[in-house]
């Protein structure tokens, strides 16, 4: 079984910043790509930003310039930065990885960002 477990989230006054983090234990032999999905009430969940085994990254538009995504592989942890956060960044925020032939979610953490 694969474990993800997330932190770092809360709630920050808009142009504030948070870190969060994703840990993946388990029966983990490769991992490929690692991202964060965000899903605000009322909308579908979408990729914020994702990085590959070899550090390449691509972000969602609207937090391009403010958020960072990097990973640890020793430790199997992908670090989301979040700077200059904006109200409509607001959202439960999920990490996602890909191995070979499977996907995992974490359970979600919410980033509540006040006006």
């Known amino acids: 079984q694969v474990k993800l477990v997330e932190s770092g989230g809360g709630l920050v006054q808009a142009g504030g910043s948070l870190r969060l983090s994703c840990a993946a234990s388990?029966?983990?032999?490769?991992?490929?790509?690692m991202g964060w999905y965000r899903q605000a009430p009322g909308k579908q969940r979408e990729l914020v930003a994702r990085?590959?085994?070899?550090?390449?990254?691509n972000y969602a538009d609207s937090v391009k310039g403010r958020f960072t995504i990097s990973r640890d592989n020793a430790k199997n942890t992908v670090y989301l930065q979040l700077n200059s956060l904006k109200p409509e960044d607001t959202g439960v925020y999920y990490c996602?990885?890909?191995?070979?032939?499977?996907?995992?979610w974490g359970q979600g953490t919410q980033v509540t960002v006040s006006s």
């Open positions: 388990g029966s983990i032999f490769s991992i490929n790509a």
């Open positions: 996602n990885i890909a191995t070979i032939g499977n996907g995992y």
């Open positions: 990085i590959t085994s070899v550090g390449s990254t």
